[in-house]
């Protein structure tokens, strides 16, 4: 544009620009950058990551020089291949636009990859840090592999060579049972099919419908390292780890590493050494079956031969078999009859023992047997009349010293120090003044003696107190009034 004449003041001479006001700035600008950079592919390491509750990505690009601001609107976010994080160098696709009420240029984030093999192996190294901090490639949560299992899972491709591979392979060695879990092995979703496969098979119930897996084989064949990124993610690395069936990784060649290699419980170099590592070769088996029984039978008949020489060298030592069993007889016959007469033989001493200790029991002996028995009796008697009499007395004692204690608890003690008891007709004593009527009859107690009595009227506070009878006075009759 060239430029416009100017007066010595400073403005623009004979031109009458028009005045615009800032939104249509704004607008003119938009249109004018987005026309310019509808499609770009900018590089560059992210910065300020910032993840709000609305679902979109915030972030800047930046370099050595300068900083674009970023946006990726939440239906974009969820299919990026390649989940952002400070630091990471990546190569992002957009488009540039401007945001007027900040007076600002943006980057609209529309897709995203890691920029280079570089930025990948950086990306990984870290990530491996981070899950084993975490314990998850330790060796104590490896299992062991099933000696011959009766199914195999295996987490792949279903349209690719590697699942034909593992099958032939299966085949030759040893036929099984095989369920494919269809995944993506590559690209977008992939790492979250693959975790799913680990986790759906684990979710199977042992004599289901569907049988549950005795071993996993999780395999992707050779490619690249971002083409095996789908295997580094922390989703598959967890889900392997989480498995509680023993799990075989075999991504890729021998030389290809990925992270779920770590967390496997047996890592196979290719797809095809995973199906040799699940089942042995049957007929390595069959021959090892046949030469074991062979060696079995080789073992038996040299136990028998040897057990029927030795029987035949035992025959010639000891002779005919049945004279030994008529010699036998003999002596058992003769053990018998010694035992019979030994038998009556001591049947006989006892017998003379015993009528002999019957004939010294003498009519003398047994006279003084007698008197000394009596001699005890009497002399047991005597004690027992002695320990008798003692016991009586004793108890006659605990009986007094019993009854000097009921005398000292009783009431009767206590009228003798001074106190009556007051008792009704019935004779059950008066216990307060509210348990007598005016006329009632009772008996006064004291300690040596009983006196009848009437209960007097009943007097107030106020009443004057009754004059003090002197002896004599009254009726002379011999029954007083009490109260």
């Not at 390491?45 to 972030?59: A, Q, T």
């Not at 987490?155 to 034909?164: D, E, K, L």
């Amino acid at each position: 544009m060239a430029e416009l004449p100017l007066s010595p003041q400073g403005q623009a001479a004979g031109v009458n620009l028009p005045v615009l006001t800032v939104t249509e700035i704004a607008f003119a600008i938009k249109r004018t950058i987005e026309g310019a950079f509808g499609r770009v592919r900018v590089r560059g390491e992210i910065s300020g990551l910032r993840r709000p509750g609305s679902g979109h990505i915030y972030l800047d690009l930046k370099d050595a020089d300068a900083v674009i601001a970023s946006v990726c609107w939440r239906g974009t976010a969820g299919r990026l291949s390649v989940r952002p994080e400070d630091g990471m160098e990546v190569i992002v696709t957009g488009r540039i636009t401007t945001y007027g009420p900040q007076s600002k240029y943006q980057l609209i984030i529309e897709d995203m990859e890691l920029a280079g093999e570089g930025a990948l192996l950086k990306l990984i190294e870290e990530r491996k840090k981070k899950l084993a901090a975490e314990g998850l490639f330790d060796a104590d949560r490896k299992r062991p592999l099933p000696f011959l299992p009766d199914v195999i899972g295996v987490v792949t491709s279903p349209t690719g060579a590697v699942i034909r591979d593992i099958l032939h392979r299966l085949a030759d060695r040893f036929p099984r049972h095989v369920l494919i879990w269809p995944a993506l092995v590559q690209g977008k979703g992939a790492a979250e099919q693959v975790a799913a496969g680990i986790e759906g098979f684990n979710r199977l119930a042992p004599g289901g419908a569907v049988p549950r897996p005795d071993v996993i084989i999780v395999a992707r064949g050779g490619g690249s390292l971002e083409d095996l990124m789908a295997f580094n993610e922390e989703v598959v690395v967890r889900a392997a780890a989480a498995s509680r069936i023993p799990l075989i990784s075999a991504v890729g060649h021998e030389t290809d590493v990925t992270l779920i290699d770590f967390a496997a419980d047996v890592r196979a170099p290719t797809p095809t050494a995973a199906a040799e590592m699940a089942v042995p070769v049957r007929m390595e088996l069959l021959a090892s079956v046949r030469e074991d029984g062979a060696r079995l039978t080789a073992a038996m008949t040299r136990r028998v031969v040897e057990a029927r020489d030795r029987i035949a060298q035992l025959w010639r030592i000891a002779g005919n078999p049945r004279r030994l069993v008529e010699d036998s007889a003999q002596r058992l016959d003769d053990r018998a009859e010694r035992l019979t007469q030994a038998m009556a033989g001591l049947v006989a001493e006892r017998d003379g023992r015993y009528r002999t200790a019957a004939a010294g029991l003498r009519p003398r002996a047994l006279a003084l047997t007698i008197a000394h028995g009596r001699e005890r009796v009497r002399l047991a008697a005597r004690g027992l009349v002695r320990e008798g009499a003692r016991a009586l007395d004793d108890g006659a004692k605990r009986l007094g010293q019993l009854t000097q204690l009921l005398a000292s608890y009783s009431y009767e003690s206590v009228l003798a120090r001074g106190f009556a008891v007051v008792r009704d007709g019935d004779g059950r004593a008066i216990m307060a003044k509210a348990a007598t009527h005016p006329g009632q009859a009772v008996d006064i107690a004291f300690h040596d003696g009983a006196v009848p009595a009437v209960v007097g009227g009943r007097t107030t506070s106020s009443a004057p107190r009754p004059r003090a009878r002197r002896r004599g006075d009254g009726d002379g009759g011999s029954q007083g009034s009490l109260l």
